[in-house]
């Protein structure tokens, strides 16, 4: 019995390649268009693969890391972006670029993240070799071996860092103004999105009390329904901002009066998208010059009184205060101390005429009545000059008010 020969291995590399030739020469027609098909595939996942790596290298800082977290190789954008060169950063630890800023904690929950298996994500807070900050949206995953287990790390990150500045700008300006001014957001409706404490307390209101309701429950009712107030919605839908000195009812019924701009903010494709409103309480300021524009009426009024020879007018004191109630008493202590001395001299006056005293004394008398009555005049003219002043003045600060 003649025995089988055992298969061999090949020991040489020509042995190997002769053996594979041998193969293919055994393979049948079928089998060669099989592995055809794989190669033409394989190339068309290697051209995919390699379209997308110099996309990510475009676009992105990224690295690899060991399982220590020591930088295994870079890209450009890293040594770009981060302004080390690659030898200062090879075998080197990823914290290299970390900023101070950023908390401990994050890079625990990172590393607890990725130690799963996990895919992390997050804003880092990094710092160029020059110090200057930049700001990466980080990717971190992990690549695992053939046990299941991380064997190293494959970092992508995104340089934010233009629009985070801009976003913390617009965060910082956002936090000034609801820091000094009543705040409040309405939708193209006029419904109420959300409102800072500041308009909340000035009104009134909770939040919850206001959210998703109309604005018109801050106006008078006659004002809600006027052709006015559509026409102010309307041309805020239509981008013209508003801006004005308004009444406003609070939830307790009360007048208040806000100097306020409404403005509509634009998306990206320049649409009006909602409208926002930035005031301030401007309610002492509306009560004092409607309080002084009262007075210089009131005060007119007894001026020309006076000039046609009636001394009993006077300015109501009620409802004054400060100042512009000093000024009314001032006036009112004129009038009274001119009618007391046209008093006094016309009593004087009567009793020297129906006496025994001669002509010449009656004469002398009646010069001075005349001369205190001209003083009286005079003064008359001048606190209605004086009352035109103020009156001027009060004008001035209404329309500054509604500015």
Not at 72 to 81: C, P, R, W
Not at 137 to 151: E, S, T
């Amino acid at each position: 019995m003649t025995a089988t020969p055992k298969a061999t291995v090949p020991s040489s590399l020509f042995e190997r390649l002769f053996a594979a030739g041998k193969l293919r020469e055994r393979r049948s027609p079928a089998a060669e268009a099989a592995l055809a098909e794989t190669q033409a595939r394989l190339e068309e996942v290697q051209s995919e693969l390699k379209v997308r790596t110099d996309i990510m290298n475009v676009t992105s800082i990224v690295s690899e890391a060991d399982k220590k977290g020591d930088i295994l190789s870079i890209n450009e954008k890293f040594i770009e972006v981060s302004k080390y060169a690659r030898h200062e950063l090879i075998g080197q630890p990823h914290n290299t670029t970390r900023h101070p800023d950023m908390p401990k904690e994050t890079f625990k929950q990172l590393w607890q993240t990725i130690g799963r298996g996990e895919i992390f994500r997050g804003i880092i807070k990094n710092r160029a070799k020059d110090g200057t900050p930049y700001y990466v949206d980080a990717v971190i995953a992990p690549i695992l071996g053939a046990n299941g287990k991380p064997m190293k790390y494959l970092g992508v990150r995104y340089d934010i860092t233009e629009a985070e500045i801009e976003r913390q700008n617009a965060r910082g300006v956002l936090s000034a103004i609801d820091e000094a001014y009543a705040y409040i957001e309405f939708d193209l409706n006029g419904h109420v999105l959300t409102a800072n404490q500041n308009f909340l307390g000035l009104l009134g209101y909770s939040l919850a009390d206001v959210k998703g309701k109309h604005h018109r429950m801050f106006v008078e009712p006659a004002s809600a329904g006027s052709h006015a107030y559509q026409q102010f919605w309307a041309d805020l839908n239509a981008g013209r901002a508003q801006k004005d000195v308004f009444k406003r009812i609070t939830r307790s019924g009360q007048e208040v009066w806000i100097q306020a701009v409404y403005a509509p903010v634009k998306d990206e494709t320049g649409r009006v998208a909602k409208i926002v409103k930035i005031a301030t309480d401007v309610t002492a300021e509306q009560q004092a010059s409607q309080m002084l524009k009262q007075a210089v009426e009131q005060a007119q009024q007894a001026t020309a009184a006076a000039r046609a020879g009636d001394l009993s007018k006077r300015i109501a004191l009620e409802g004054k205060s400060g100042p512009i109630a000093e000024m009314c008493a001032g006036m009112n202590d004129l009038l009274e101390t001119t009618s007391v001395v046209f008093d006094d001299i016309g009593r004087i006056f009567g009793g020297l005429a129906s006496g025994d005293l001669t002509q010449r004394i009656s004469r002398d008398v009646q010069g001075v009545f005349n001369q205190v009555k001209n003083d009286a005049n005079s003064g008359c003219e001048k606190l209605a000059s004086i009352i035109d002043e103020v009156r001027t003045a009060a004008e001035a600060l209404t329309g500054a008010a509604n500015r």
